[in-house]
């Protein structure tokens, strides 16, 4: 079916949707990787073995906890963040610049998944165009304020 993602693909599609993602590894049940995007071939495997080490340290963690383990991952490390989800099939993990949106991040994990697993592909809305308007010069951007009052002087 034209159009349906691969797992080869899926890493790249995330990166492709987020601004703020770096790199990816997708990863099948069995934990092997299935596909990355933003690291080198010969890295893709240390990448894949340490998200298959978070979700195994997360599953270790929470093992007595009612409900089971959890779908999502979100962790600190210097000069990013990792988030991470995963379903009973695929597990993708993404490492995101420091001040990106977390509920965003894993919202296009989710949807990325989801789309991986048959669901519907994602759509990415585009910006309507103002008539007439062309596109913005340098020293026109320079010149406006993105407050103009305080380019005002007082008088």
Same mark, same amino acid.
């Given at each position: 079916?034209? @159009?349906?993602?691969? /797992?080869? +693909? ?9 601004? #703020? ?6 990863l099948d049940a069995a934990g092997s990787p299935a596909g990355a995007h933003g690291v080198l071939e010969e890295d893709s495997g240390e990448f894949a073995e340490l998200a298959r080490e978070l979700f195994d340290a997360v599953d270790r963690a929470h093992r007595d906890i009612p409900? =089971? *383990? *959890?779908?999502?991952?979100? &962790?600190?490390?210097? @000069? ?5 989800? %995963?379903? !009973? +099939? ?5 490492? $995101?610049? %420091? ?8 919202? #296009?994990?989710?949807?990325?998944? $989801?789309?991986?697993? $048959?669901? *519907? !592909?994602? +759509? %990415? ?5 103002? !008539? $007439?308007? =062309? /596109?913005?010069?340098?020293?026109? &951007?320079?010149?406006?304020? /993105?407050? !103009? ?7």
């Amino acid at each position: 079916m034209a @159009g349906t993602l691969t /797992p080869e +693909r899926t890493a790249e599609r995330l990166c492709e949707l987020s601004a #703020d993602a770096r790199a990816a590894v997708l990863l099948d049940a069995a934990g092997s990787p299935a596909g990355a995007h933003g690291v080198l071939e010969e890295d893709s495997g240390e990448f894949a073995e340490l998200a298959r080490e978070l979700f195994d340290a997360v599953d270790r963690a929470h093992r007595d906890i009612p409900g =089971g *383990p *959890p779908e999502q991952v979100e &962790a600190q490390v210097e @000069g990013g963040t990792l988030y991470a989800s %995963r379903t !009973p +099939r695929w597990t993708l993990v993404v490492v $995101g610049r %420091r001040a990106a949106l977390s509920s965003l991040m894993l919202m #296009d994990l989710r949807a990325v998944l $989801g789309e991986l697993e $048959g669901g *519907p !592909p994602i +759509r %990415r809305s585009t910006a309507a165009e103002e !008539p $007439g308007a =062309g /596109p913005a010069t340098e020293e026109e &951007a320079a010149s406006e304020s /993105p407050v !103009p009052e305080l380019g005002r002087e007082a008088g």
